[in-house]
């Protein structure tokens, strides 16, 4: 059934409630794996369909629809589905469409275990990625052979916070008719939404924002209706799907994301710009910020009635590599912590997280140094929030 369009605040609450068949408020949880066939037709048609409500645990469930269905509404595609972790929601974007000597174009600085997909796992069943500057524009282009299938993004990217141009990625895919992706992971539906330019494919870790608790894994995949089934003709054959209680978790959090992600996107431009101004702040990272050198871009891309440029940004200290850890294990109200977007403030220091991922080499290049550090807004008070970074820089 097909959904009124709401207002983004209506839509993480009411989104769903075509999908809720019963009259609880609070849907319940089905956990039941198998059903009840009323005859043995009944079981084998049920078996035949796409995405059947009731037959067996693994091809779908009520609640994990119920979340696909808010989840396409908040980012204007037809369909959704959700899996059980991002990972397993871009693995299964990418890989139910790629055969063996397709190609790839990905920028360089992506989410690391995206990164590791595309550089050490697809090779092996003969699918190439190319690495672009996701900063310049013509890079994307020069990259194009004959057998690209994909264009992959991320913006804005982790921990740079470099901003992807969003309108041309939508056009070249159109044009070269190569299908366009991008992980909304950071700036969610409330800040952005990519098909407004043109990109085929939007991907979510609900780990982050739309769950925003810190209590569940989750992966959205949103698309037009004949990708989405292709994403779910694959997924449940490889045995990728969400559990009913991780669902119902995730409708949980979706209802106050509109809340969240304007209070973090508030406090994020309020840190930001204190950070500017501490005279042991080397660098700040945050799109928000006037003199970012991608602002414009990142303002052009917002949505009209997006309230800022979300929570994450990254700062460098003036400090060599044992003030820098000092200050991060002085936080008191900042935890030190992989992750984002849960509704507690986050601090890590991405040079040790992904010094699993990438050579030294690659960490300069990426522009990483040891001396900065992310983070991730929660929504406590700001001035807490500052105040404790404050009372830290005076110990560096
Ligand atoms: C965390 C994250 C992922 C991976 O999501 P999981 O839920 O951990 O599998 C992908 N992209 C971005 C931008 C992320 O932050």
Redesign the pocket.
């Known amino acids: 059934m097909k959904s009124k369009k709401f207002n983004i605040d209506t839509s993480v609450i009411h989104s769903g409630d075509s999908e809720n068949q019963t009259d609880a408020i609070v849907p319940p949880i089905y956990h039941s794996v198998n059903y009840r066939g009323k005859s043995l037709d009944k079981i084998v048609k049920a078996a035949l369909r796409k995405r059947p409500l009731n037959f067996y645990g693994r091809y779908n469930n009520p609640l994990v629809q119920q979340a696909g269905k808010i989840c396409s509404d908040l980012e204007k595609t037809d369909d959704a589905l959700i899996l059980e ?6 693995s299964t974007a990418l890989t139910c469409i790629l055969k063996s000597s397709d190609h790839i174009i990905a920028q360089k600085n ?2 690391a ?2 990164t590791k997909y595309l550089r050490d796992i697809l090779p092996r069943f003969g699918i190439k990625t190319t690495f672009v500057d996701q900063k310049n524009t013509d890079s994307f282009k020069k990259a194009i052979r004959y057998n690209t299938k994909i264009i992959y993004v ?1 913006t804005p990217s ?1 921990p740079m916070m470099n901003i992807t141009d969003l309108h041309y990625i939508g056009k070249l895919g159109k044009r070269h008719s190569i299908m366009t992706m991008a ?1 909304n ?2 700036l969610t539906p409330v800040n952005q939404n990519p098909v407004n330019f043109g990109i085929d494919v939007v ?6 924002f739309l769950g925003g608790h810190s209590d569940l ?3 959205v995949i949103c698309s037009k209706k004949n990708f989405i089934e292709k994403c779910w003709e694959y997924a449940h054959i490889a045995g990728h799907v969400l559990s009913p209680f991780e669902a119902s978790l995730l409708l949980r959090g979706l209802k106050t994301l509109t809340l969240r992600v304007r209070k973090q996107n508030e406090s994020a431009l309020k840190l930001a710009n204190y950070l500017t101004l501490h005279p042991k702040v080397k660098k700040v990272y945050y799109p928000g910020l006037e003199n970012f050198p991608q602002h414009e871009l990142a303002k052009n891309q917002l949505k009209k009635s997006a309230a800022g440029f979300g929570s994450m940004l990254s700062f460098e200290l003036k400090a060599d590599y044992r003030k820098t850890k000092l200050f991060i294990e002085s936080l008191k109200l900042w935890t030190l912590s992989v ?3 849960g509704v507690e403030s986050l601090a890590m220091h991405p040079a040790s997280m992904w010094i699993a991922y990438y050579t030294k080499e690659q960490f300069r290049r990426i522009g990483i140094s040891e001396s900065m550090v992310r983070l991730s807004v929660g929504i406590e008070s700001a001035d807490d929030l500052i105040n404790d970074i404050e009372i830290c820089l005076k110990r560096i």
């Open positions: 972790s991002g990972m397993a929601a871009i992506l989410y275990g995206t991320e982790n992980d992971t950071f991907l979510h870790s609900g780990t982050k894994l989750a992966g992750s984002l977007g």
